[in-house]
């Protein structure tokens, strides 16, 4: 697929990874639709990116109508759809027994469902609107890449909630690159390691500095640009399907 012919649906498309891949998409032609919650920051992107390139829609990723919704007026404004890039996400860090007792149930339910059933929801929306699409190269309709962590593997003291959520996207990628094979549409994930991010962006430099340290290398966190070049990698190479891959430099979790 060229750059130049996307139509994308980016959710958490007004901040971090997901605004990075906007950016690079528009840069190279393409034409996108930001899902996310935060109408400042949308206002702020859509003027960055360009009214005729880019369209902020409020979306709650986890309401499934409010998302086939927002995913017909994505393609209306796009003038069709054939990539999906999932990108929101929440930390929902929390012991499983804390000092202050054991974790609350909605807690851990929060952050699976944002993470995992909202990329799905997004996901099979998305989907269902591509399958109509006249087919390009190898007969491919559309394309979407979800965002995983390198949490799925090896998570923290913390992160049960997280890794939970983030192993379920790692989980679905494949069955559903094979499901939705005999559409033409690929599906493939992106577990990042330590990224430089509006989520570890008020982090203390002592820490920061400390984390850098257990990357091997190379030794910084990731830049969000990283991660928008190898999205649109994933999109120009048709013969990446049913995959998750690491851009974490090498790094491991420690427990903690």
């Known amino acids: 697929m060229q750059l130049s012919n996307v139509r994308a649906v980016v959710t ?13 998409l528009v840069e190279n032609g393409g034409k996108v639709a930001l899902f996310d919650l935060n109408d400042d920051k949308g206002a702020a992107a859509v003027a960055e990116l360009g009214a005729a390139n880019a369209r902020y829609i409020r979306t709650d990723v986890t309401d499934e109508a409010g998302v086939v919704a927002n995913v017909a007026a994505a393609r209306a404004f796009l003038g069709g759809l ?41 996901a099979k929306a998305c989907a269902e609107a591509m399958q109509g699409n006249e087919p390009g190269a190898d007969g491919e309709r559309g394309v979407i890449v979800n965002t995983a ?21 790692v989980a679905m990628t494949l069955p559903m690159a094979r499901e939705l094979a005999r559409f033409g549409i690929r599906v493939m994930t992106v577990a990042p390691g330590v990224f430089w991010t509006p989520m570890v962006d008020g982090m203390p430099e002592a820490v920061r500095t400390s984390l850098e ?23 120009g190479n048709t013969y990446l399907n049913g995959e998750t891959i690491r851009l974490d430099g090498a790094t491991r979790l420690a427990p903690k």
Not at 12 to 21: E, F, H, K, Q, T
Not at 213 to 235: H, S
């Open 213 to 235: 340290a257990t990357i091997p290398f190379p030794a910084r966190l990731g830049q969000p640009q990283e991660f928008a070049d190898l999205v649109a990698y994933i999109l």
């Open 82 to 122: 054939n990539v999906a890039v999932n990108c929101a996400g929440i930390l929902g860090a929390g012991r499983v027994l804390a000092k202050d007792g054991a974790m609350k149930l909605s807690q851990f339910q929060s952050t699976v469902m944002v993470n995992l059933v909202g990329s799905f929801n997004v």
């Open 149 to 169: 962590s390198v949490a799925a593997y090896e998570g923290q003291i913390g992160q049960a909630a997280y890794s939970a959520s983030k192993g379920g996207v």
């Open 12 to 24: 958490g498309g007004v901040s971090g990874l997901g605004l990075a891949v906007a950016r690079h």
